[in-house]
């Protein structure tokens, strides 16, 4: 990993020029002055610019913005997570400014901060809520803030190699056992401040400790001397915790999870584990805390292990009264079992507010092994709606859904009728009315039989693949109600869609391990086009588009009306679309950047994609964009092309390319981004490249 930032004086501001330029008259615009709206329009606009803003710039235009950037309601919560045009002086300056005032900050992801500036903090004494995370950190510098802020009640960290809980003083202990919320991010294996933190409500862990140093050793599991104490959980509301693949994050974890096996918080609310593939068969610690979430009953929500969740597990988690998150993904249990068991002991499943399926396999029907398999009990699923009418988030993915040909018995149709949607992830097949019959596809009889006297003369009839043209189809689209068109039409308001290949796996997961070898798409999954794509551009309040693995796309003409109709995309995934030996769709995906107005994040998977100056162009045009990823075996770029975008779109922070270049070329274009981009270390902008 390398990082480089942009220059600062590419983007930093002049405020002194600024202010001399500045005054009430400047502020008049078409006859309108800014400075005569009250007070309460100009709070409500100005709590949208970052805290430092305010103190260096916006409250030196006049007076009275002196007066209102100045005011608790902005002054109280100062956000600067990810601010990457905010320096070691300007935060400084802004806590010299506002030290006295601030409750909330969150320094998160400020990585480029110094360790000078950090220990600044200390003069805020009046801090409720502090996030530190990925800032530089010791043992020393966070006793040193801590001892000065007794009114802490939250607090976010990192725990790194050579965190050492013995060289916290007294004050910093007194401060950390009045904490009623820790987020706490382990790159070493350590119990870091749990600790001391004896008054906990919400425990909130991340793992991401390496199985291996840079030197090649192993990790050690064993904490570190004088960090054995057990952690306490008697006033635990809310346990999280979230581990990166590795045979260390799972042994740690299981120290923090020990502690269940003796006793069970009694107002513990929320219990959730996030794991990626295979977790240790469940122990003592699993068997107590099931025991003991049956016996109070009050767990809004719960995710657990896979290797947890079996028959008798399945019991005492369907006698809680009132879940409203619900997490079963790719758990042991049959989908036939577990939607049965869901329906018939739940209680009060209107309050169910997220429900994930994922990885279980639903198909209710018994008639046959192959039914069994393609077929799903639409009543079945029906009830479960019924049942379940306040769902936000839905998650169906990993799994092949096959609907009767019926549209009115199918996935979608029922899915239609669930109106509070706002997240949905479906696997592609689901969305299809199945394989397409002989009527619908060239066949002999549909040909003209030659004559024998002819045969051998006329050139035969050439049968190609009629593509979609959004021109020529849409009265066609119109007329052909397909139950994705039900789906689309009955959730106007859904936010994020999802439509995954059932036997997708990407080549770089961030929590599983890799797979080399793609796996044949479903046979169903190839009638899902670019028809059926266009849509998607009816979801016009729609912010994020995952689509993987659609071999039915052709020239990918149904992304750019997705593109047109849909102005709000901020998150766009792309992975496997149609043929994967030829990117077919490149052309009308250039066309779609054009048209992404507010995109943020875009992350491309495809073999054979070729980054070159015409689809750089296209991508400057989306100048909110902030991360860029492209994975792509036997891919190329062009380097000029990066250059020239990394130039434009300054707000990007993030360049993933993963492709077929050359090692040399790689090296070069990271020099050369390095080399422009790079400001020092007392410098501000940052951003990440990796090649």
Same mark, same amino acid.
């Given at each position: ?23 009430? *008259? ?187 140093? %840079? ?246 009839? %050439? ?34 869609l999802e439509l995954i290949g059932s036997n997708f796996s990407s080549a770089m997961p961030r929590n599983e391990p890799a797979i080399r070898k793609e796996l ?5 999954? %190839? ?118 975008? +990394?130039?434009?779109?300054? *707000?990007?922070? +993030?360049?993933?390319?993963? +492709? ?32």
């Amino acid at each position: 990993m390398n990082t480089f930032r942009k220059k600062t004086s590419e983007i930093d501001t002049d405020y002194e020029h600024v202010e001399g330029m500045c005054s009430d *008259d400047s502020l008049e615009i078409n006859g309108i002055n800014i400075a005569e709206f009250s007070d309460e329009i100009l709070l409500n606009i100005l709590k949208y610019v970052p805290g430092h803003d305010l103190v260096h710039c916006v409250r030196r235009v006049c007076k009275k913005f002196d007066s209102l950037c100045l005011d608790k309601s902005l002054t109280s919560n100062v956000q600067l997570s990810r601010e990457y045009q905010v320096s070691d002086n300007k935060v400084k300056e802004m806590i010299k400014e506002l030290a006295g005032e601030i409750q909330t900050l969150s320094l998160s992801g400020c990585y480029w901060l110094s360790g000078s500036t950090i220990d600044q903090l200390s003069k805020c004494k009046c801090l409720v809520k502090l996030d530190l995370s990925g800032c530089r950190l010791t043992s020393l510098r966070l006793s040193k803030i801590l001892s000065s802020l007794p009114s802490l009640r939250s607090l976010a960290i990192d725990i790194n190699h050579g965190f050492d809980s013995n060289q916290l003083s007294s004050e910093s202990k007194a401060t950390l056992s009045q904490v009623k919320e820790l987020k706490q991010t382990l790159y070493t294996p350590s119990y870091g401040v749990v600790p001391c933190c004896t008054n906990l409500e919400r425990l909130l862990l991340y793992f991401e400790i390496h199985d291996f140093t %840079r030197e090649g050793t192993t990790v050690s599991c064993q904490l570190m001397v004088g960090q054995s104490s057990v952690p306490h959980y008697q006033n635990l509301h809310v346990f999280y915790a979230r581990h990166a693949p590795g045979y260390v994050n799972q042994t740690v974890m299981s120290l923090y999870l020990a502690v269940f096996s003796v006793r069970v918080p009694e107002h513990l609310r929320a219990f959730v584990i996030s794991i990626p593939g295979n977790f240790p068969e469940s122990g003592p610690a699993a068997k107590n805390l099931l025991e003991g979430m049956a016996k109070n009953g009050a767990l809004e929500a719960l995710q657990l292990p896979k290797t947890w969740v079996d028959s008798s597990s399945l019991m005492h988690i369907l006698k809680l009264s009132t879940p409203s998150y619900l997490n079963f993904s790719r758990c042991t249990v049959s989908g036939s079992h577990l939607i049965h068991r869901v329906l018939n002991e739940g209680k009060y499943l209107k309050c169910l507010i997220s429900l994930n399926l994922s990885g279980c396999v639903h198909s209710l029907s018994t008639e046959s092994s192959r039914k069994a398999e393609d077929d799903i009990d639409c009543q079945v699923l029906e009830t479960l709606a019924r049942a379940c009418p306040n769902v936000k988030h839905l998650n169906l993915s990993a799994a092949h859904h096959h609907s009767p040909a019926a549209s009115e018995k199918h996935l979608c149709t029922v899915l239609a009728k669930l109106k509070s949607l706002r997240s949905l992830s479906l696997p592609v097949c689901a969305a299809s009315n199945g394989v397409k019959s002989s009527e619908q596809s060239p066949s002999n009889h549909a040909l003209p039989v030659p004559n024998s006297f002819t045969l051998g003369l006329k050139k035969s009839v %050439r049968v190609g693949i009629q593509t979609y043209n959004p021109k020529t189809s849409s009265e066609q689209r119109d007329s052909d109600h397909s139950s994705f068109q039900a789906l689309v039409e009955g959730n106007p308001f859904l936010e994020e869609l999802e439509l995954i290949g059932s036997n997708f796996s990407s080549a770089m997961p961030r929590n599983e391990p890799a797979i080399r070898k793609e796996l044949t798409p479903c046979a169903r999954a %190839r009638s899902i086009g670019d028809e059926e794509l266009a849509r998607i551009g009816r979801l016009r309040f729609l912010k994020s588009l995952t689509l993987a693995q659609l071999p039915g796309i052709l020239n990918g003409a149904g992304l750019v009306q997705v593109a047109t109709r849909c102005q709000d995309i901020q998150v766009l995934s792309l992975a496997n679309l149609g043929m994967l030996q030829k990117v077919t769709y490149m052309p009308a995906l250039i066309e779609t950047l054009t048209h992404c107005k507010q995109l943020k994040d875009l992350r491309l998977e495809q073999p054979y994609i070729s980054a070159n100056m015409q689809f750089f162009q296209a991508l400057s045009q989306c100048r909110s964009l902030r991360r860029l990823c492209i994975i792509s075996r036997n891919g190329t770029f062009q380097p000029d092309a990066v250059m020239s975008f +990394m130039g434009t779109c300054c *707000d990007v922070i +993030m360049c993933h390319m993963f +492709m077929g270049e050359t090692l040399v070329a790689c090296k070069n274009l990271q020099q050369a981004l390095l080399q422009r981009f790079h400001s020092g270390p007392s410098r501000s902008p940052a951003s990440k490249t990796r090649m």
